[in-house]
């Protein structure tokens, strides 16, 4: 079945250090890809997405490049911020379902 | 404009007590999920409604969980004779459409946290 594996947390980086969060995935077919984030006391939000291989996602500094040959889709932001500090999950969902499957989560903590 | 709203925000009930979870998707989306997450099982799907009909109901733990949704609209999630593994923090979200190459995106509502004791 689908799955999707990310790294464990937590993550602890100083503030403007480079960010990477791994994940990959298993699926059949071609899977849209997902980012998604958790600020503390809030509720899940769409970070970016990719719907086909080689696109890249990006918002709001943060990007992810969908990777058919190695079924990734890794995070990246070039210069974290405290605000960045948060749980970020990725996901896929089946281009004919419509559930998400999500990762386990990674936390980040960034400090100043 | 409004986004996912549920009720309530938290919810303590005594084991064997019956809950229900309230979820107002965004106006005019068709399709609305209810997900759950756990400490020890992370993100999972429960139940995706398209219009009224519920096509998968896979996800549901047990048969004490149910979900309806009226008028294409609001949902309710009942858990009947609550037991403590429930507790969790429950997920609602909709979405314009299902799949397709929009990417099927989803918007998520801040949760219920259930505890029961």
């Known amino acids: 079945g689908n799955s999707v594996t990310q790294m464990e947390g937590p993550v602890t980086l100083s503030e403007e250090a480079f960010l990477t969060i791994n994940c990959t995935y298993t699926?059949?077919?071609?899977?849209?890809l997902f980012w998604y984030v958790q600020y503390p006391g809030e509720g899940l939000q769409l970070l970016l997405k990719a719907t086909k291989a080689d696109d890249k996602g990006s918002n709001k500094g943060f990007e992810a490049t969908y990777r058919k040959e190695t079924t990734s889709f890794h995070l990246e932001k070039g210069s974290v911020q405290v605000s960045d500090s948060a749980v970020y999950f990725c996901a896929l969902s089946d281009r004919s379902s419509y559930k998400l499957i999500f990762g386990s989560g990674t936390r980040l903590l960034v400090r100043p | 404009g409004a986004g996912v709203s549920q009720s309530p925000s938290n919810k303590v009930t005594e084991k064997g007590k019956d809950v229900e979870l309230r979820c107002d998707p965004i106006s005019g989306h068709t399709a609305l999920y209810w997900y759950r997450q756990s400490l020890g099982q992370g993100l999972e799907f429960l139940i995706y409604f398209q219009g009224n009909s519920a096509p998968d109901k896979s996800g549901l733990p047990s048969d004490r969980f149910s979900a309806e949704r009226t008028g294409g609209s609001v949902s309710t999630l009942t858990i009947q004779r609550t037991q403590q593994e429930d507790s969790a923090v429950y997920l609602c979200a909709s979405s314009l459409s299902v799949g397709g190459r929009a990417g099927n995106e989803q918007f998520f509502g801040p949760g219920t946290r259930l505890t029961v004791l």
């Open positions: 699926a059949t077919g071609y899977p849209s």
